[in-house]
RNA sequence: CGGGGCGUAGCGCAGCUUGGUUAGCGCGCCUGCUUUGGGAGCAGGAGGCCGCGGGUUCAAAUCCCGCCUCCCCGACCA
């Protein structure tokens, strides 16, 4: 009967509230290969519903998935100077197949700019094939130093978009708007997260890119997250791979490519962003269950009850569960809200007497007693009401712990709790290197108003620095 | 790669200093009964190459030598 600590409180140690989360919700198990993870049946559930949120968004914005091999030919990689160099170490290389040593080793790709590249050469013959927009769900190998569960793990997976565009401006239009109606809408419309978008400095590009950016969500230990990417590659890679085209005039001309990329270390973003000391929250559009029918008791009239009170609400579209009354109702109650499930209802013989149910919100925990047959109306009203809080809390979060300084001294100081704000001028690639003998990196850089700059040759840009994963 | 630590049941650990024959504890798991409105109680039970290899000894989880692993702190990333 005595309510003892499941989960190590964040206040005490966050990284360790972390991984009870993951465990203790059944999200994830280390595999047994360094770095690498389970994905279990809970964890890969927010996955697909994640998947599909973004997947609906890359097909409104007009790119067609595709599939390309996980294994690409270790002289594909060299193509690129910069590439190359910023990929290899965490490359992993197969030499040795088939029983023998093969001829050219084979890289298992970390992302695929470069087997797409040979197949844009391919298929790209005129301005008519222009733009050419795809997107691929893989998994993707990065051999990592520190792994941690969805953060960053050896194998991770992910979409990555690759396009190709007959101008300059083309290209540079259609990352932003993968940025902002994809990545920035499905993370503050189904996700609840508020992010910080802006372009990463020359020391946090892409290799490869003549631009990167980013979207950088806050955990709730003021610690930022990278959510996801989109990079501006000009003709990069249309040179080391031939992608040309001919235009209106018969000219052969280099085209301008793109790539952007989000993974499952949403998952990681989600736990961080929203969970408290008693688990996961999850937003009522991610919960693979919305509401939970918890039978107080085994009693077959509690258990009927608790059926009624399901199918009514699935007939309304919400996805339930019924939690018989096996085992003890703390211990089920606590189970259900680790694992973040957005609305508990409770259903015991005391209620029934009296035509009710009692109904938990997890966000805020705000309990009411409510008539059976207006229950359906209410739950609906809850989880939509839900939904907008959490991203509300979320955004107040944020911007409480954002701080407004002057110099790199005082956004060191900042960054011990949340993130900095000040003028790039005053900190600049000199700033920079101070910054990183506390962990402190420049997130990204904006226009003084927030808004996206078309590079980072602007002038008055403001940058946010912050301790990050 | 440099510094620090760990390896004993599924998980978390004790035992090692001062060797001693059936190797313990908590959680979890199985069976039964009683329970069930905030992690239930009792009883019974299953589960161990004590990281690997060698050595010392009548006897090694324990002492010695070698190796391996994983974790934590300093250079990259979705």
């Known amino acids: 009967m005595a309510s003892q600590t499941v989960l190590t409180p964040q206040a005490d140690d966050f990284p360790r509230w972390y991984q009870d989360v993951v465990a203790k919700a059944e999200m994830a198990d280390n595999g047994p290969v360094r770095g690498t ?5 809970y964890g890969y559930a927010i996955w697909e519903r994640i998947q599909s949120a973004v997947d609906a968004r890359i097909k409104q914005a007009g790119a067609q998935n595709a599939y390309f091999p996980l294994f690409i030919p270790q002289s594909y990689f060299e193509r690129e100077a910069k590439h190359v160099e910023g990929f290899s170490p965490e490359l992993a290389v197969v030499t040795y197949a088939g029983g023998e040593e093969l001829a050219e080793p084979v890289v298992v790709r970390p992302t695929s700019e470069t087997v797409i590249g040979e197949f844009m050469a391919k298929w790209i013959q005129s301005y008519r094939d222009l733009p050419l927009l795809l997107n691929q769900w893989a998994n993707v190998v990065r051999w990592e130093l520190r792994p941690r569960l969805f953060l960053r793990s050896s194998e991770f997976l992910w979409q990555e978009g690759h396009t190709a565009h007959a101008s300059f401006e083309d290209a540079a239009a259609y990352a932003r708007m993968i940025h902002a109606e994809v990545y920035d809408d499905f993370l503050e419309k189904v ?3 508020p992010s910080y978008l802006g372009i990463k ?30 990079h501006e590659l000009g003709q990069n890679f249309a040179k080391a791979f031939d992608i040309y085209f001919q235009n ?7 085209c301008y490519t793109t790539s952007w990329g989000s993974s499952t270390r949403y998952v990681g973003g989600l736990i961080m962003a ?7 929250v999850l937003p009522p559009q991610l919960a693979p269950t919305q509401a939970v029918v918890v039978a107080v008791r085994d009693e077959a009239d509690v258990n009927d009850a608790c059926a009624r009170v399901a199918r009514d609400l699935t007939a309304a579209g919400v996805r339930v569960v019924v939690d018989r009354g096996r085992g003890s109702f703390g211990r089920r109650i606590t189970d259900w809200e680790i694992k973040g499930v957005p609305l508990r209802i409770e259903v015991g013989p005391r209620d029934l007497a009296q035509g009710v149910v009692s109904v938990v919100r997890r966000d805020n925990g705000e ?17 939509d009401a839900m939904q907008s809080n959490m991203l509300e809390a979320a955004l107040k979060f944020r911007d409480g712990a954002t701080y407004d300084v002057k110099t ?4 060191i100081e900042a960054a011990q709790e949340g993130f900095a704000r000040l003028s790039w001028d005053s900190v600049g690639p000199h700033g920079e290197a101070v910054l990183k003998t506390d962990a402190i990196t420049v997130r990204c850089l904006q226009r003084a108003d927030g808004s996206m700059p078309d590079s980072d040759t602007e002038k008055n840009l403001v940058c946010i620095v912050a301790k990050s994963y």
Do not use: C, W, Y
């Open 248 to 254: 209106e005039e018969g000219q052969a001309e280099l």
């Open 191 to 193: 996700m609840a997260i």
């Open 37 to 41: 993870m389970v994905i279990r049946p």
């Open 367 to 383: 309990k009411l007693t409510l008539p059976l047959d207006s229950l359906r109306q209410h739950a609906i009203e809850m989880l």
């Open 201 to 230: 400095p020359a020391s946090e590009r892409f290799a490869g890119a003549i631009n990167s950016m980013t979207a950088e969500g806050m955990m709730r230990d003021g610690k930022a997250l990278q959510l996801a990417t989109s």
């Open 408 to 411: 790199v001294g005082e956004a």
């Open 274 to 280: 929203h969970g408290d000391d008693n688990g996961l």
